[in-house]
């Protein structure tokens, strides 16, 4: 069974600057990886506050299940909420 580590895509101010000094050669999107989804979601609010685009990018796996499952995060009311998800 494919068993990965969570990992959430953002682009923040640092890392789209780092990008331009950088001539291009380095990506805006900058990927964290979390040991489990608990550390991941607890982390998640500042994620979505540094990100300068909307919707913050989860990719995880699903226990017992095959394959990458995605989320698209954003806040609502002052909580990050799910806007998209599925299987990739």
Same mark, same amino acid.
């Given at each position: 069974?494919?068993?990965?580590?969570?990992?959430? *895509?953002?682009?923040?101010?640092? *890392?789209?600057? &780092?990008?331009? =000094?950088?001539?291009?050669?380095?990506?805006?999107?900058?990927?964290?990886?979390?040991?489990?989804?608990?550390?991941?979601?607890? =982390?998640?609010?500042?994620?979505? &506050?540094?990100?300068?685009?909307?919707?913050?990018?989860?990719?995880?796996?699903?226990?017992?299940?095959?394959?990458?499952?995605?989320?698209?995060?954003?806040?609502?009311?002052?909580?990050?909420?799910?806007?998209?998800?599925?299987?990739?």
């Amino acid at each position: 069974m494919a068993n990965f580590k969570p990992q959430v *895509t953002v682009i923040t101010k640092e *890392t789209v600057r &780092e990008s331009r =000094n950088s001539y291009g050669k380095k990506s805006q999107y900058q990927t964290i990886r979390y040991k489990n989804y608990r550390e991941l979601k607890k =982390n998640l609010k500042k994620h979505i &506050e540094e990100n300068i685009e909307l919707p913050v990018y989860v990719i995880r796996s699903k226990r017992g299940q095959w394959g990458e499952y995605f989320e698209h995060w954003q806040m609502s009311n002052g909580k990050p909420v799910i806007v998209k998800e599925g299987w990739c």
